[in-house]
């Protein structure tokens, strides 16, 4: 049984958010679960449970465990959302305690994979890294009742000791994977804030790993990432444009947000995957993640045509000198550019913005804020820096002392609705941080020409909900 934990259950009870773009007025479907399924669908009998797509909570959680009665129970988790998923293992073993309960993640598991046990007494096993393959062997040693440790990718505990396998080396070809197994998830109770103006909404992951190195990222940033040999590899625009039919003509799906870290790193690829659009008549609107120095005005009118009307693009600062720090390698001129010629090329241009990095002071802030205020990005997203184990920027902000709260899988409230930021500037406190994060939200949302522009791209009755919801969720947290 895969299991995709509740989040909200009709409340914000865990208000931290899961992933990247995703927060309480947006639910996206755990596409990590749906290929695992499809990797092992023809292996073991399966049941996908997207508690969270379906708004279930925990007593449904556990009536669906009781009724499906499974051997292996496996969740997936998130840096901000990790503690209150593992509640998952505990309603497992409530049910039968010889149900084997496996933690999946990529993100911070790996690098505490012995507090990570201690932890969470009733997670049996904990899958690092990339896991279709990592499950597959998982169950075979299982259903054989051969040793453990000759799974790669995994941390268990035998005679109170955690046993650390090596690592699960990546797909040498994405092609190879299954598509998700789109059939088990509730697919018309998705949406997102940013990237869906329709529904049926879906997300798509055309490659995995990032070929930049910023410091706070959990995946190109990231140490055992780049050190698996891989850092950047992606599917080939057949495949891409395979499973694109697939969600439009099978499952109706009207809006696709292509979930890579940055989907225009390979230009020759996009481009061909924009032409197979619209050769092949795929009727579908899409948006995608991106990287101001990746793209070109040839590539810009190419995704245009094929239906891309939304970019986000990671900008972080306004500051010249907070994006050298933090070894971003894109340059101020490059963002104005990147807006200028997406805007041009009719594509919406969103960004997203770090409040807290290395070297923050007011003054860098407010050079933020003018720098969203010169590009006027449609949508605008201002984090708090959060500081994940496995990341350079961990390393430097508690070296340096600048970490007030250690991670303690409570999680981290990436987006400053916690109490305090966890961290600290040389010139800022944390209380600074939260502050500052308050004030070019507001600065930058409630402006009478920006809710006017806003207003004047409405499509669809959702946009309306969505803007409404977007809107008080961010007046009415301070």
Request: net charge positive.
């Amino acid at each position: 049984m895969l299991i995709n934990p509740p989040r909200f259950n009709g409340v914000p009870v865990v208000r931290e958010i899961r992933c990247a773009g995703t927060s309480p007025v947006s639910v996206y479907p755990p596409i990590d679960l749906a290929y695992i399924a499809s990797y092992l669908r023809n292996e073991v009998e399966i049941k996908l449970l997207d508690a969270n797509g379906l708004n279930l909570g925990w007593s449904d959680v556990e009536k669906e465990v009781r009724s499906f009665q499974p051997d292996i129970v496996l969740y997936k988790t998130s840096p901000t959302t990790i503690a209150y998923d593992a509640k998952t293992a505990d309603i497992a073993k409530s049910v039968d305690k010889n149900i084997l309960t496996i933690l999946d993640d990529a993100h911070i598991v790996p690098y505490l994979p012995e507090k990570t046990l201690e932890k969470f007494k009733n997670t049996d096993i904990l899958v690092r890294g990339e896991s279709e393959k990592t499950v597959k062997m998982l169950i075979s040693a299982i259903k054989g009742k051969k040793s453990l440790k000759n799974v790669t990718g995994i941390s268990f505990r035998e005679n109170d000791k955690v046993v650390n396998t090596l690592p699960t080396p990546p797909f040498e070809n994405l092609d190879e994977l299954p598509f998700p197994a789109y059939d088990l998830l509730p697919i018309k109770q998705y949406n997102s804030i940013t990237f869906a103006r329709k529904s049926p909404f879906m997300i798509l992951v055309s490659s995995r790993g990032c070929p930049f190195s910023c410091d706070f990222c959990i995946v190109g940033g990231s140490t055992i990432w780049r050190g698996s040999g891989k850092g950047w590899y992606s599917r080939s625009a057949k495949n891409i444009l395979d499973e694109m039919e697939l969600l439009v003509n099978k499952y109706g799906i009207k809006e696709i947000y292509i979930f890579d870290e940055t989907f225009t790193v390979d230009k020759k690829r996009v481009l061909d995957v924009c032409n197979g659009i619209n050769d092949r008549k795929i009727k579908v609107s899409w948006s995608c993640n991106s990287r101001v120095n990746t793209l070109d005005d040839e590539m810009l009118k190419c995704m245009k045509s094929s239906g891309c009307w939304n970019i986000l693009f990671g900008v972080e600062s306004g500051s010249q000198e907070l994006l050298d720090n933090i070894h971003k390698g894109i340059k101020i001129d490059e963002i104005k550019n990147a807006f200028k010629l997406t805007k041009v090329n009719g594509i919406s241009a969103s960004a997203s913005f770090m409040i807290g990095l290395p070297g923050e002071t007011w003054e860098t802030v407010e050079k933020t804020l003018q720098l969203a205020l010169e590009i006027e990005p449609d949508f605008c997203q201002f984090v708090i820096t959060t500081p994940y184990p496995g990341t350079r920027l961990y390393d430097y902000v508690k070296e340096k002392k600048y970490l007030i709260k250690d991670y303690d899988f409570r999680g981290y409230d990436a987006y400053g609705i916690a109490e305090d930021a966890v961290l600290r500037t040389d010139k800022m406190t944390s209380e600074d941080l939260m502050k500052a994060h308050g004030y070019v939200h507001k600065k930058f949302y409630l402006r009478p020409h920006y809710i006017l522009k806003r207003l004047f791209t409405i499509r669809s009755w959702m946009q309306v909900k969505m803007m409404l919801r977007g809107f008080f969720y961010i007046t009415l947290n301070k």
